[in-house]
């Protein structure tokens, strides 16, 4: 027998098998799905026999009753009791039967036919058969946990188990012979399953038969629960009955609900922790902003050396507190999986130089050495994010110099397979115990809970990185010893790019050394492999010197093109050896000296003599551009003189520039702050105290570029700038340039101030030389010139009736603005609908738009933007132009 698709399959099948009566399931072109045993000692056939042989085969009926079949069934017709001769495997068995047909019905499809045989020719032996399959129906069913109710085709309870019992409150006593609805339903499906009983008695379909459905149920004290149904029917004693099988799922709907609910929980605490984020960001980088702004103001104003050491103690705790609020930052946005890595094409060198660079300042603080070594076969342009790429090195790089007291930190980059590229920091720190090292990249940990005490940080670093790496394609790996060092090593995704495919400009320097012998005189050898590859890449043949007296002894014995001079070597300072090849009349302008970050040898070197240095590590670009000046012919006066030079005024700086600018800023310490940023130039700076006050003067005066700080009291600059926006579009007049100054780093908000209608955003803290910049860029956009005067066209018919409804506009604008200043709104809403509904009847469409404008704000009781739309319809009446058009 083939087994049902729903859960109750196999007790359904049970129940099939125990009817006395022959059961036969065929599909719609009479191949037998199911043949019961009843069916086996009726026929002869065995079940597998029957498997998948047609019916007419199996069953063979006088030729006068062929007129009734299967397909009757399968028509949708339902045949009860039909009485005739048939045999089956004997031929010569033929004997009276009774034949039921029903069509087979699955989600209101008919899919084959059901048919009930019943031998009259044996009558008086079934009510035995049936005691002893009613005894093992119901054992079968009384063991059961899900409730079993069968019931008739009027909706009469006829069977009713124990599990029914506990399920419902009912016995089974009081449970026979009642409807089922009336029973347990609620009330409300009561009219719904009375008509679904109607069609089943009429042939045995139903839209519950052959699914599962989740309903509710209502037990004998009223309470309503879930209940799980699976129906299936079948044809008995002239009539159609059902079997419903109910499992009571309260239990795991109390358990879909809990998660649902922790579900919410979960995203309505991600939501507060983002907002609690994003308000803290702005509450620390507002008063940071100053903190950081005025230690820039003050650094360029005369100050003691102990005022000067004051100062850098502020400004590295300043900078400090935005390291670590940035990383909560960062590791919040990770871990909802919020940052979003950027595709651009970038130069991997650059990028690795800057980053050195930067750091050198760090390490050359602590006498600590910084090399970078960048193999020569790495692709130079890439795909990938390079800001995210320089982070990870930045935490790397900073930890190494953090946790290491002297020696030095190494950089290294290289190929590592196909679109693949390998970073790693070594350092000669203290290490990291072994059973520390898989606890170092989650978050809030470091090597040792000591460590926080004495080396600072809140153990973000790391698990940042971690998940930077993951993002770009790669992992990161960390070998150390303990009291030794550490090496921490990563790889990304970073496709290389078709060097011709990157703009020319960009090509940097193609430095060509062929032929030159070049002196490089370190006593660091990692920095001479380094710089030692980099020149040879470049074609040049290179000699190493690791000792001062040796470079002196080699200098005076080859004649190098050029030598590249370290500050000190070994057991010489590089000035010294300078003096030393001095005596030996050396040409010095052939030396060029790499000296550390921190500028204390610069005037030292320039006192020896020596006008080339580049600081260490060299970038390739640095060292590119000293070693070419040596090898660089004199110009000729004839070449100066045919020279090109760009005309002073053709690029006019952002500071040389006559600005009006308006800044809309609640703080005190920054406005302050952007003063003095601002004061060196020739702009005349505005200040509104919030966004409804900088909306007012916007209205009132015409500026180059606003300053809109996103978040004030009474009117925020989301708004603000929404509203600016609002009066340049109903006005036609030009878009002013708005630059977004907030607390906030996270991409969402960023986009939050551009949908607004900002240019650009910086984030505060905000630093002299970022606003000057992007004030700059911003100026440099294309500006479009004034915008034409505005276009009417009217319909000629109305030409005599034009001046006269142009006036009476101009008089409800002087209404308006007066009731604008009494507060009257509800009557400027009145005047507002009226210029709303008449503009676009006279070809005035701006006049429509703008009365529209005018009422909401009313609505709103927004005096400003009131006001805003008086002075934008105002200013449209004064210069639209009319054209008088022929109706057609």
């Known amino acids: 027998m083939k087994k049902s698709d729903t859960p109750s399959g196999t007790f359904s099948e049970s129940i099939v098998e125990s009817i006395p009566c022959a059961v036969v399931v065929t599909d719609t072109k009479g191949i037998v799905t199911v043949w019961n045993a009843a069916a086996v000692e009726l026929f002869g056939w065995t079940q597998q026999d029957a498997a998948g042989r047609h019916i007419d085969e199996l069953v063979i009926l006088s030729d006068e009753n062929r007129r009734i079949s299967y397909q009757d069934a399968v028509g949708g017709k339902v045949i009860r009791g039909f009485e005739c001769s048939g045999c089956g495997r004997d031929k010569g068995d033929s004997r009276r039967v009774s034949i039921s047909y029903a069509p087979l019905d699955e989600n209101g499809t008919t899919t084959g036919s059901v048919i009930v045989y019943t031998s009259l020719s044996e009558r008086d ?44 409150g009912y016995s089974r006593e009081e449970a026979l012979g009642s409807r089922l609805h009336k029973l347990i339903a609620p009330e409300p499906y009561w009219e719904m399953i009375e008509m679904g009983f109607r069609e089943f008695k009429k042939n045995g379909t139903g839209m519950m038969l052959g699914r599962v459905v989740e309903i509710e149920g209502r037990r004998k004290n009223e309470n309503i629960f879930p209940v799980e149904l699976s129906v299936s029917s079948f044809f008995l004693n002239g009539g159609w009955q059902a079997t419903g099988i109910l499992r009571d799922i309260s239990e795991r709907k109390e358990i879909e609900l809990e998660l649902i609910k922790a579900r919410e929980e979960a995203l309505r605490a991600a939501r507060i922790k983002s907002e609690f984020l994003t308000n803290m960001s702005h509450e620390i980088r507002t008063p940071l902003n100053a903190i950081i702004g005025t230690s820039d103001l003050l650094k360029q104003t005369e100050l003691s050396p ?37 595709k651009i094409v970038f130069d991997i060198f650059e990028e690795m130089e800057t980053a050195c660079r930067t750091m050198s300042f760090k390490a050359h603080r602590k006498k600590l050495e910084i090399n970078c070594r960048i193999r020569p076969d790495t692709p130079r342009w890439v795909v990938g994010d390079p800001s995210r790429l320089k982070q990870i090195v930045f935490n790397l790089v900073g930890n190494a110099i953090k946790f290491t007291a002297e020696g030095e930190i190494n950089i290294a980059v290289k190929p590592d397979g196909p679109g693949k590229i390998a970073f790693s920091v070594t350092d000669t720190g203290i290490g990291i115990p072994e059973d520390k090292v898989e606890a170092i990249f989650q978050s809030f940990t470091q090597g040792d809970s000591s460590h926080t005490r004495r080396y600072g940080g809140t153990g973000l670093g790391l698990a940042i990185c971690s998940r930077l790496a993951k993002l770009m394609g790669g992992e990161i790996f960390v070998e150390s010893t303990e009291g030794s060092g550490s090496t921490f090593s990563f790889s990304c995704e970073l496709p290389e790019v078709d060097p011709d ?140 003189a045919g020279s090109s030079f760009v005309e002073a005024d053709a690029v006019i700086s952002v500071k040389e520039m006559e600005l009006s600018i308006l800044l809309a800023e609640d703080s005190p310490d920054n406005t302050f702050l952007m003063q ?20 007012y003067r916007f209205l009132k005066q015409k500026y180059d570029i606003i300053l809109m700080d996103m978040q004030m009291p009474v009117m925020d600059g989301y708004e603000a700038t929404k509203s600016i926006r609002a009066h340049e579009h109903i006005s036609g007049s030009q878009r002013t340039p708005i630059v977004a100054l907030t607390a906030h ?40 010139s004034s915008a034409a005067a505005p276009v009417a066209r009217v319909p000629a018919d109305l030409k005599s009736m034009i001046p006269g409804y142009l006036k009476n506009r101009q008089d409800d604008l002087a209404n308006m603005r007066d009731l604008a200043e009494h507060g009257k709104f509800d009557e400027i809403k009145r005047l507002a609908h009226r210029i709303k509904g008449s503009g676009g009847g006279y070809g005035f469409d701006r006049i429509t738009e703008t009365g529209a404008e005018i009422e909401q704000a009313a609505g709103a009781e927004n005096r400003l933007l009131v006001l805003a739309g008086i002075e934008s319809l105002e200013s449209y009446l004064n210069t639209v132009r009319i054209e008088f058009r022929e109706e057609d």
């Open 125 to 168: 032996s079934i009510p035995d058969s049936i005691r002893e399959n009613d005894i093992r129906f119901r054992a079968m069913t009384e063991s059961a946990q899900d409730a079993v109710i069968i019931i008739d085709s009027d909706g009469r309870i006829s069977f009713f188990n124990s599990s029914a019992e506990l399920m419902f």
């Open 306 to 342: 102990a005022q000067q050491n004051y100062l850098r103690v502020n400004t590295d705790a300043g900078e400090h507190l935005l390291h670590i609020i940035n990383d909560i930052l960062d590791i919040s946005k990770a871990e909802a999986g919020r940052i979003e890595l950027e």
């Open 501 to 640: 495919l990157v703009p020319e400009e960009n090509h940097g320097w193609p430095l060509n050394l062929s032929g030159k012998r070049i002196l490089v005189a370190d006593d660091n050898q990692n920095n001479s492999v380094a710089v030692e590859e980099l020149l040879q890449s470049w074609g040049a043949s290179v000699d190493l010197a690791s000792e001062g007296s040796s470079a002196v002894e080699m200098v005076a014995a080859v004649s190098y093109d050029a030598i590249l001079l370290n500050s000190t070597v070994n057991d010489l300072d590089g000035c010294e050896i300078v003096d030393l090849l001095k005596r030996e009349s050396v040409d010095i302008s052939r030396i060029v000296m790499m000296l550390p970050a921190d500028n204390s040898s610069v005037e030292r070197c320039s006192s020896s003599g020596v006008d080339r240095f580049v600081f260490k590590p060299p970038a390739r670009t640095d060292l590119a551009v000293q070693i070419s000046e040596i090898f660089r012919k004199p110009e000729t006066s004839s070449e100066v």
């Open 676 to 695: 003095k940023y601002l004061e060196p130039f020739p702009w005349k700076l505005t200040v509104a105290a919030n966004g409804q006050e900088a909306l």
């Open 745 to 784: 780093s996270l991409e969402d908000e960023i986009k939050k101030c551009i949908d607004a209608g900002c240019d650009i955003h910086i984030s505060k803290p905000v630093r002299k030389a970022d606003l000057i910049e992007k004030l700059e860029e911003l100026m440099k956009q294309p500006v479009s």
